[in-house]
């Protein structure tokens, strides 16, 4: 009864450091992706998964790359960290798309130092 | 850029009040979602209602849809210390994807 995983939950990185956000999901869902949320503000997508083997970019890409390793995992990789990007990362599954429900992670607090 | 625009912002109302919160829209859709989150939690859906429905209801939550006006209201009835959350809407497109979400409302509930 898992739904969505996501690891960390928690992660302080220096400037410049590399690290990636593990997501896995048991419900046998296409669709897959990945967000960021800042303070007092929406969810801003950073990169989704149609289905197996296809990822496209986000309103937000930059300074991000995604792995969809399976169908059940969707990784998000950062390369060199920057401050910009301490928020809330929140990974999501569906069906197939924008026409069903997403089902949530818990998330990963992420602060750049 | 998002497309939903919840309205207000915020919301402070007493235990036992109804909570009524609004998001606006820009372009066709296929469906609207509405969404709760809890302080440092993940998203949780509420109810979904379709371009072709024009009110849904769930439990304590009624939701209704104006497709001429791009809008759409969540109404929380006879509102609990518990329901003191996020509340976004979210739209989706047959052509996209993705979920195309607004900013939130913000909704407490005093005791």
């Known amino acids: 009864n898992a739904g969505v995983t996501q690891t960390p939950k928690f992660q302080v990185l220096k400037t410049g450091q590399s690290m990636t956000l593990q997501c896995a999901q048991d419900m046998n869902h296409n669709s897959m992706y990945w967000y960021r949320q800042d303070p007092g503000m929406g969810l801003r997508l950073i990169y989704y998964?149609?289905?197996?083997?296809?990822?496209d970019k986000g309103e937000v890409p930059n300074g991000y790359n995604v792995s969809r390793l399976n169908k059940r995992e969707f990784s998000l990789r950062l390369e060199s960290a920057a401050p910009s990007q301490t928020s809330v990362y929140f990974c999501?599954?569906?069906?197939?798309?924008?026409?069903?429900?997403?089902?949530f992670g818990a998330g990963t607090r992420l602060s750049v130092l | 850029s998002q497309q939903g625009e919840e309205d207000p912002q915020a919301l402070s109302i007493q235990e036992g009040e109804n909570a009524t919160m609004n998001c606006s829209y820009k372009?066709?859709?296929?469906?609207l979602q509405w969404y709760r989150q809890n302080s440092g939690r993940g998203l949780v859906h509420l109810i979904l209602i379709r371009s072709n429905e024009r009110e849904k209801h769930s439990g304590r939550l009624r939701v209704t849809l104006d497709t001429s006006k791009k809008s759409s209201s969540l109404l929380i009835t006879a509102s609990r210390a518990a329901d003191t959350a996020s509340y976004f809407c979210?739209?989706?497109?047959?052509?996209?994807?993705?979920?195309?979400w607004g900013a939130g409302t913000k909704l407490i509930i005093k005791p």
């Open positions: 372009t066709s859709i296929n469906n």
């Open positions: 999501a599954s569906s069906e197939t798309g924008g026409l069903y429900v997403q089902y």
């Open positions: 979210a739209t989706g497109m047959d052509s996209n994807y993705q979920l195309i």
């Open positions: 998964s149609a289905s197996e083997g296809t990822t």
